[in-house]
């Protein structure tokens, strides 16, 4: 059943909200979530990491103003992406182990609609590469050459995104690691933004540089539809960071929204998806995921958070893994009260 639809109808019946949905699993179970329209948070905007704050800060001027959820987390992690001195993601993100920057990028809207460009090199802002695959191809993903062709015919210009900064770290990694690509939870970092706009919404945006000093085409989770990112109108939206082969494993994002149609709340819903990944992996040592989650009503929580109260916005951060390493940050953005 299409909710769009049913706010519609219920609008006009009395402003409740209703969606509906089955299980995955043979017995098919129905499970209906309700709301009264007025207790929906909206709009809404949640990132991961610090640097969603700034982030954060562009996409509210966008949803505030009415403007749609697909505008709001394109904008906002544009900053993150054009911000030189933040080395995963973007222009200064550190490079793979040739010393190449390579970025992967995906956005999705309300109407499953999606673009992605994998191994993209050399073009500053990947998501809104990632946009025009959306909307101006057929396709839904375009990698390396093929990508960058298209975003220079797109007139995207051509930026060397391997900063002083990112080189020399390079550089340095490359004196003691022996050429080894490294799995190291301190060494990535992707902005994933998730919002609701005021008419109901959803949209979400992923983009990254991806594990540092990783093979030379090496893409991971981040531009993956259903494992960084997955937005489905009538449940809810999830972005995933950290180790990507780990959430490609599980279809990390992707489970995160069915396990919310079917009832779970953004928080469970994480949690599950991290342990389905505990389970799955004999070697947790060094491993570092975490999910963010948004539903249809947008409710955002996540385990321990703490409430930080800024100018206009409530801002939480937020612990969300289990049992290993674990220090992924939620930041949101919405109107107070
Ligand atoms: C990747 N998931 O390339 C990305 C990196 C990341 O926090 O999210 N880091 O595997």
Known sequence: MKTRRNFIKLTALGSA???TSSCLTSEKKNVTVSKLQKDIKKPIVISTWNHGLEANEASWKILSKGGTALDAVEAGVKITESDPNNTSVGLGGLPDRDGKVTLDACI???????????????????????RKVMEETQHVMLVGEGAKQFALEKGFKETNLLTEKSKEAWEKWKEESKYQPVINSENHDTIGMLALDESGNLSGACTTSGMAYKLHGRVGDSPI??????VDN??????????GEAVIRIAGSSIVVELMRNGMSP???CKEAVNRIIRK??????MQVGFIALNKFGEADAPELRALMAAGFVLFLVTLLVNFIANIIINRTARKG
Request: proline share 2%; net charge negative; with cysteine.
């Open 234 to 243: 009538e449940a809810g939206a999830a972005c995933a960071t950290g180790v």
């Open 225 to 230: 539809i259903g494992a960084g990112l997955f």
């Open 267 to 269: 928080n469970d819903a």
């Open 108 to 130: 999705m809207d309300h109407e499953n609609n999606c673009g992605a460009v994998a191994c993209l090199q050399d073009i500053e802002n990947p998501i809104s590469v990632a």
């Open 281 to 286: 992996h004999k070697d947790l040592a060094n």
């Open 17 to 19: 909200a209703i969606f």
